[in-house]
């Protein structure tokens, strides 16, 4: 499948095998999300620091860069535990 992309919360990775079942994505795939979404974040704060940003837009870069982080933390457990 491709990347879909909604402005509201960031990309969304969908991986689907040809069978249709979703496949996990993979530790350097989930390290590029976390970066992408840390770099965003930062570039946004910039804007809030000049006051050109939206506070409600910095809470939902926040909130996505929270659960890239979140979902790259859990893998590395998952596969140090596996």
């Given amino acids: 499948m491709t990347q879909t992309s909604n402005p509201a919360s960031g990309p969304r990775p969908t991986h689907a095998s040809a069978s249709g079942a ?16 840390d770099r965003r974040l930062a570039l ?3 804007r809030i620091y000049l006051g ?6 910095l809470r939902e870069l926040e909130r996505i860069a929270a659960g890239a982080t979140a979902r790259l933390q ?3 457990h998952d596969m140090r535990t596996a």
């Fill in 44 to 46: 946004y704060r910039r």
């Fill in 22 to 37: 979703a496949r996990t994505p993979s530790i350097g795939e989930l390290e590029a999300l976390a970066t992408h979404a």
């Fill in 74 to 76: 859990r893998a590395r």
């Fill in 52 to 57: 050109r940003g939206e506070p409600r837009s």
